[in-house]
């Protein structure tokens, strides 16, 4: 009998024998993984005069990723998704003044933006993030929620957005932060690279309301303004200013519009030989009769997600 050795080396003679035959399939020395993951996008089509634009079809937009042309797989208007909202008011000392007012307008925000199959969760943020209420669609609960956010001393806006957007992170449908802050941040452990990070991997569409109630006061963090303004954009959301309960309610009744006239479009991605870490996303619409329409989303998505 020969010895395990020796059978060994002849099976494996036998088995390049095989592979070397005409007709046989050559298997590669490396498999390349391809990550055909569904991706959407979510986009906003407004008018010359900021209105959202409805009523559009799957013809009238292009999606390209690095500038290669997609197809469009999953094409819906006005999205039956289930919406969860992370809604984070900051409680620090410098909105001590705004805080009830702000509280009133985001009730009224709830009120109008919920339907059964959403969920709204509550944070509060000062020197550290609080959640009041976990996603819920009860409105008795909501308020509660928005209620029992207290004051504090610091400012936490990086750290807000980053714990948020890893909570919605975990949600299905669409997903959005919006943020109620006068734009100032002066104790946060995360950054503003992190936090962006953590709001686009969880594919989160980011509202602030930069509530600035004297336009050109000396203590105004005009940085944060800035960093808010940047992570609305990138994700596909939008930013305001609000100096008055008015614009504020104002601004929660857009918000609302918006949400309830957005397109999804969802592709899987062309097949790369790139391995880049982040795909930039575009898209194009071709407007009927030629009007001159304006498309929000986000800018692109990362391949692989952060160990958070």
């Known amino acids: 009998m020969r010895n395990p050795s020796t059978l060994m080396l002849l099976l494996l003679a036998c088995a390049a024998a095989l592979a070397q035959q005409p007709g046989s399939q050559q298997r590669p020395e490396t498999t390349l993984k391809v990550d055909v993951k569904l991706v959407n996008v979510y986009v906003t089509v407004t008018d010359a005069h900021g209105s959202p634009v409805a009523g559009l079809k799957k013809e009238n937009f292009a999606v390209l990723e690095d500038g290669i042309p997609q197809t469009i797989s999953v094409f819906d208007k006005e999205s039956v998704f289930p919406l969860s909202i992370a809604l984070a008011i900051d409680t620090s000392l410098s909105t001590r003044h705004d805080l009830p007012l702000e509280q009133a307008s985001a009730k009224r925000f709830a009120r109008d933006i919920m339907r059964p199959i959403d969920a709204l969760s509550v944070f509060g943020f000062s020197e550290a993030v609080s959640q009041s209420v976990s996603y819920t669609a009860d409105l008795k609960r909501i308020n509660e929620g928005i209620d029992h956010i207290r004051l504090g001393a610091a400012t936490a806006l990086f750290d807000a957005v980053y714990l948020a ?15 109620i802050t006068d734009g100032g941040d002066t104790i946060s452990k995360i950054d503003y690279q992190q936090a962006a990070r953590a709001a686009e991997e969880a594919e989160a569409l980011v509202y602030s309301i930069i509530v600035v109630p004297i336009e050109n006061s000396a203590g105004r963090e005009t940085g944060g303004e ?21 614009q504020l309610d ?10 309830r006239t957005q397109y999804l479009l969802a592709y899987y991605p062309v097949q790369r030989l790139a391995n880049s870490q982040f795909r930039r996303i575009q898209v194009e619409i071709k407007a009927p009769g030629g009007e001159s329409y304006q498309v929000r989303h986000r800018v692109g998505y990362y391949t692989t997600k952060s160990d958070f």
């Open 165 to 179: 957007s890893r909570s919605l992170d975990r949600r299905q449908g669409r997903k959005v932060l919006v943020l």
């Open 226 to 246: 800035h960093a808010l303004i940047q992570l609305s954009e990138d994700t596909g959301g939008k930013y305001y200013y609000a100096t008055s309960v008015s």
């Open 250 to 259: 104002d601004a929660f009744h857009q918000i609302s519009d918006e949400l």
